[in-house]
T-cell receptor, first 113, second 114 residues
Framework: EDKVVQSPLSLVVHEGDTVTLNCSYEVTNFRSLLWYKQEKKAPTFLFMLTSSGIEKKSGRLSSILDKKELSSILNITATQTGDSAIYLCAVVWGSSNTGKLIFGQGTTLQVKP | DTEVTQTPKHLVMGMTNKKSLKCEQH?????MYWYKQKAKKPPELMFV???????INESVPSRFSPECPNSSLLNLHLHALQPEDSALYLC?????????????FGEGSWLTVV
């Protein structure tokens, strides 16, 4: 069965800490992996990663995919209270024209002042 | 601009009502999606439209009826819903239905069925 697993499920840190969120997948016909940040509304797109292994960066956030380990990490450095959210990992899979996403359970990050 | 707009933001409806959720994007995207998200759960795919044609229906009950009037609009018609259908309904779009395309979400419509 295709699945996407995120860890940890929840995390509490203090401002200024660095965090690493994990996403592993077992999916047939893997195409790409997406990271989203969700606060009290819809998911906001962060990164798209492919098997190329190219690291993506945006400010204090960075992410990379390890195709051998079938996993991806999302790093957040110098965390701020505004980083508190649920971080969702989703894998795009299937034939070239399905565009289906399988989501992980999400990691709830709380950043304390 | 990666904006997907949904209306209404909040909807309360009775089990005998008929209502609709609306979604609009002006990014020229050719694939549009409906997802359902329950509290503390990840989104679950309901429907995919590609080039205005329904391409995926994830065995959704017929009380949910999608419609794609044109390439910019996506509706979800609701009829005879149950309280367990209360959830956040997310519309999303992507440039195409191809798997290399990023999927962008709207802010969602919070639905409560009473």
């Amino acid at each position: 069965e295709d699945k996407v697993v995120q860890s940890p499920l929840s995390l509490v840190v203090h401002e200024g800490d660095t965090v690493t969120l994990n996403c592993s997948y077992e999916v047939t016909n893997f195409r790409s992996l997406l990271w989203y940040k969700q606060e009290k509304k819809a998911p906001t797109f962060l990164f798209m990663l492919t098997s190329s292994g190219i690291e993506k960066k945006s400010g204090r956030l960075s992410s990379i995919l390890d195709k051998k380990e079938l996993s991806s990490i999302l790093n957040i450095t110098a965390t701020q209270t505004g980083d508190s959210a649920i971080y969702l990992c989703a894998v795009v899979w299937g034939s070239s024209n399905t565009g289906k996403l399988i989501f992980g359970q999400g990691t709830t990050l709380q950043v304390k002042p | 601009d990666t904006e997907v707009t949904q209306t209404p933001k909040h909807l309360v409806m009775g089990m005998t009502n008929k209502k609709s959720l609306k979604c609009e994007q002006h990014m020229g995207h050719r694939a549009m999606y409906w997802y359902k998200q329950k509290a503390k759960k990840p989104p679950e795919l309901m429907f995919v439209y590609s080039y205005e044609k329904l391409s995926i229906n994830e065995s959704v009950p017929s009380r949910f009826s999608p419609e794609c009037p044109n390439s910019s609009l996506l509706n979800l018609h609701l009829h005879a819903l149950q309280p367990e259908d209360s959830a956040l309904y997310l519309c999303a779009s992507s440039p195409g239905q191809g798997t290399g395309n990023t999927i962008y979400f709207g802010e969602g419509s919070w639905l409560t069925v009473v």
